[in-house]
């Protein structure tokens, strides 16, 4: 017999901790830089960040980055990617998602750096391809939207001459094709590292990419850079627990950011570590928001597997939890989980009680194969044809984060929003809706400028597809954008018809339930399951 050590694959790393200053000095110029994050500040290596930030402040450098990032990732209020949205310090933004980061939205509005939009699954992706070196990403997610080189090409503002895309035809289908870059560094976050390197994600609501990042990064002769809250002992987590092997890893950081997301430190329910307990959450008010939701909800089928966006959309989990019927079947999340609860606002991305979670590689695997049953998704704008924008409005960059990989391939599709934005105010009394005070601006427009959704597409490939809002409810069909159903006590000509830029079709519209519009349970239950199998995409 020969003794084996308890932690045969290393010997410890002498160099493996640096200072967060240390490890901003490793960005050169011009240097492509990888930010793991999954949305929100979740897993969004912050400390990173500001310290690149404060190496700019002191010697003007790094310069001319290129910087990756999937899901937006801030707070609103200049944590994340807004640490490093500075002209010059960047050169380029490439990512599905900006609102949660103002300065970088600022800079990109200003146009004062390059942005490039793309589908937050092509990105999360793509790291993969360029792990394995492959040519790059051959996808027909986002044909017909504003990824298209024949329309925008992603571009966000007009410095950004060029995307990253080509059109190209294969055994007779069109297709588009990202090819790979070179990462040169990797700035992710995960829980504890122990002194080989090895990473670990327990405290974490979500895995992300950040595997995939790191094998990109070292495959492309990269740095990868994780910062944790903890180191430990070499051998001291467990091999089921690593989620990123100590060899692709080249220094860690301690950070002293405690949050999980931007307004939750620590919740254990949402990281799947231990086992699930009953738990409770607030309830959702009973508002406009709530009665979109609930309309939406009965669209749902008993087994389906399912996404909700985040915004108005995401409150059809909490509609199906007053209910009774969320375990009637399966909520996903892009960012990689099944099951629980969503989170909702700045928690998104994570759930309560979720039954598992994967890598989000993996999951948009699934939604851009069609493995969706149905999908509830918020807009910013709906035009006559049924096209769908949410990736700029009011002359903001928003990105469409996972927007375009969940529509274009789910079953059933229910986009969630209000007839009018700005200062929207309703009475909800016994079954019917007033409207105390109109919203500023309208939502149902002639032609959209940005098409994150192709009603075309869709309706050559058989998807149904509704608009719900809080007065009334379209579907889309051949001919254009259709109004079923109508609100009790709203006016159809003065609170409907001339608050949008367009005459929809119309044949006999029906009343909404009355009981979407009273408080307490509205006595909602799913559709018995659909039996049908899944059409191919």
């Known amino acids: 017999m020969i003794a084996l050590d308890a932690a045969p694959s290393g010997r410890g790393r002498p160099d493996l901790h640096l200072t967060p200053e240390a490890a901003a000095a490793l960005v050169p110029d011009g240097a492509t830089?990888?930010?793991?994050?999954?949305?929100?500040?979740?897993?969004?290596?912050?400390?990173?960040?500001?310290?690149l930030e404060r190496r700019w402040e002191s010697e003007a450098g790094p310069r001319d980055l290129d910087v990756v990032h999937v899901m937006g990732l801030g707070d609103h209020e200049g944590r994340g990617v807004d640490h490093i949205a500075i002209p010059g310090l960047v050169r380029r933004f490439i990512g599905s998602h900006f609102v949660l980061s103002p300065r970088e939205q600022g800079v990109i509005a200003r146009d004062e750096v390059e942005a490039i939009g793309l589908p937050a699954g092509t990105i999360s992706l793509?790291?993969?391809?360029?792990?394995?070196?492959?040519?790059?990403?051959?996808?027909?997610?986002?044909?017909?939207?504003?990824?298209?080189?024949?329309?925008?090409?992603?571009?966000?503002?007009?410095?950004?001459?060029?995307?990253?895309?080509?059109?190209?035809?294969?055994?007779?289908?069109?297709?588009?094709?990202?090819?790979?870059?070179?990462?040169?560094?990797?700035?992710?976050?995960?829980?504890?590292?122990?002194?080989?390197?090895?990473?670990?994600?327990?405290?974490?609501?979500?895995?992300?990419?950040?595997?995939?990042?790191?094998?990109?990064?070292?495959?492309?002769?990269?740095?990868?850079?994780?910062?944790?809250?903890?180191?430990?002992?070499?051998?001291?987590?467990?091999?089921?627990?690593?989620?990123?092997?100590?060899?692709?890893?080249d220094h860690v950081v301690r950070t002293d950011y405690p949050n999980q997301t931007p307004v939750t430190v620590a919740d254990p329910r949402r990281t799947g570590v231990t086992p699930n307990a009953a738990t409770e959450v607030e309830p959702l008010p009973f508002d406009q928001r709530m009665v979109v939701a609930r309309r939406a909800a009965i669209e749902l089928h008993e087994g389906d597997l399912a996404n909700l966006g985040v915004g108005m959309a995401n409150g059809i989990s909490y509609v199906a939890l007053e209910e009774g019927f969320l375990d009637r079947f399966t909520l996903t999340v892009e960012q990689g989980i099944f099951g629980g609860l969503p989170g909702v606002g700045l928690d998104s991305g994570t759930a309560i009680n979720p039954s598992s979670i994967v890598d989000m590689p993996g999951q948009f695997d699934l939604y851009d194969g069609g493995g969706l049953d149905f999908a509830g998704l918020a807009f910013a704008e709906i035009d006559r044809h049924g096209n769908v924008n949410v990736a700029a409005a009011g002359g903001k960059p928003i990105g469409p984060g996972g927007f375009i990989d969940i529509s274009q391939k789910a079953r059933t599709l229910v986009f969630c929003g209000t007839l009018r934005g700005g200062g929207l105010r309703v009475r909800l009394d016994d079954g019917r809706l007033e409207i105390v005070e109109e919203g500023r601006y309208p939502k149902f427009v002639s032609e959209v400028d940005h098409i994150s959704f192709s009603a075309g597409r869709a309706?050559?490939?058989?998807?149904?597809?509704?608009?719900?809002?809080?007065?009334?409810?379209?579907?889309?069909?051949?001919?254009?954008?259709?109004?079923?159903?109508?609100?009790?006590?709203?006016?159809?000509?003065?609170?409907?018809?001339d608050q949008m830029g367009f005459e929809p079709v119309m044949n006999e519209p029906r009343p909404m339930d009355p009981a979407l519009f009273r408080p307490g349970r509205a006595g909602l239950k799913p559709r018995p399951r659909n039996r049908e199998r899944p059409r191919k995409v």
Do not use: C, H
Not at 33 to 51: I, K, M, N, R
Not at 144 to 169: H, I, K, Y
């Open 126 to 249: 793509l790291y993969r391809e360029i792990a394995a070196r492959r040519p790059g990403l051959f996808t027909d997610i986002g044909l017909g939207t504003f990824v298209d080189p024949r329309q925008q090409w992603g571009r966000m503002n007009s410095r950004t001459q060029a995307g990253l895309s080509e059109l190209v035809t294969i055994g007779g289908e069109e297709w588009l094709f990202y090819p790979r870059f070179d990462i040169d560094v990797a700035f992710l976050r995960a829980t504890e590292a122990d002194a080989d390197g090895n990473i670990s994600m327990d405290d974490e609501a979500a895995i992300g990419d950040n595997l995939a990042i790191a094998q990109a990064a070292r495959n492309s002769g990269g740095i990868v850079v994780v910062e944790v809250k903890r180191l430990v002992e070499r051998g001291a987590i467990p091999a089921s627990r690593v989620r990123i092997p100590g060899p692709l890893v």
């Open 33 to 51: 830089l990888a930010v793991g994050g999954t949305g929100s500040l979740l897993q969004v290596p912050e400390t990173l960040l500001a310290a």
């Open 459 to 497: 309706v050559a490939t058989g998807q149904r597809v509704l608009y719900v809002t809080e007065r009334a409810v379209f579907q889309l069909t051949a001919q254009g954008v259709e109004l079923i159903e109508i609100a009790p006590g709203v006016d159809l000509r003065r609170d409907v018809l």
